[in-house]
T-cell receptor
Framework: ETGVTQSPTHLIKTRGQQVTLRCSSQ?????VSWYQQALGQGPQFIFQ???????GRGNFPPRFSGLQFPNYSSELNVNALELDDSALYLC??????????FGPGTRLTVL | AQSVTQPDIHITVSEGASLELRCNYS??????LFWYVQSPGQGLQLLLK????DTLVQGIKGFEAEFKRSQSSFNLRKPSVHWSDAAEYFC?????????????WGLGTSLAVNP
């Protein structure tokens, strides 16, 4: 139990729709990272937020966007969903350190 | 380019046997190194980490890993595997420079344990 929670657990959408995934960080953690994990693959870094500002981004298109709130909870938004966006989305929080604490993930299926 | 390689996609061992999962990294300087475990339908749990110092690192659940700079490796070991160890294992690395907190991941090694 890491103290990082994600919602919803599972989600089914259709192509072209938009989705918002949520993450509550471990208490006191001011940094959150989001990862996409396709079936049978390792996680791929999407982006990271530090004190409400994006401070790192992986190789994902602009239709993947995020927010971090003053309480350090976070959202991942994906517009114009594509079939290949089907994956497990993981968030991880950390506090000025190097160890990331992961939530259980949100399983997104795009039909 | 920075990368992490796990050469073994799938490994099967018998319960009670020893285990070694391989991990190699390619970085400009020695990165911070991690091993995570992911059980089916679960998130990622940190097993152990290496930042500096003693090259033999002890983790949870009886796992250990040895950092070898000369081989750019960080292999995970366990002397006696339990059936509950069946899971996906990921090696990850992070630059130790600046504010770069991005983790680079291997593709994972799937471990099956025979009774």
């Amino acid at each position: 139990e890491t103290g990082v929670t994600q919602s919803p657990t599972h989600l089914i959408k259709t192509r072209g729709q938009q989705v918002t995934l949520r993450c509550s960080s471990q208490s006191g953690h001011n940094t959150v990272s989001w990862y996409q994990q396709a079936l049978g693959q390792g996680p791929q870094f999407i982006f990271q937020y530090y004190r409400e500002e994006e401070n790192g981004r992986g190789n994902f298109p602009p239709r993947f966007s995020g927010l971090q709130f003053p309480n350090y909870s976070s959202e991942l938004n994906v517009n114009a969903l594509e079939l290949d966006d089907s994956a497990l989305y993981l968030c991880a929080s950390l506090m000025d350190g190097n160890e990331q604490f992961f939530g259980p993930g949100t399983r997104l299926t795009v039909l | 380019a920075q990368s992490v390689t796990q050469p073994d996609i799938h490994i099967t061992v018998s319960e009670g046997a020893s285990l070694e999962l391989r991990c190699n990294y390619s970085y400009g300087a020695t990165p911070y190194l991690f091993w995570y475990v992911q059980s089916p339908g679960q998130g990622l749990q940190l097993l152990l980490k290496y930042f500096s110092g003693d090259t033999l690192v002890q983790g949870i659940k009886g796992f250990e890993a040895e950092f070898k700079r000369s081989q750019s490796s960080f292999n995970l070991r366990k002397p006696s595997v339990h059936w509950s160890d069946a899971a996906e294992y990921f090696c990850a690395a992070k630059s130790n420079a600046g504010n770069n907190r991005k983790l680079i991941w291997g593709l994972g090694t799937s471990l099956a344990v025979n009774p």
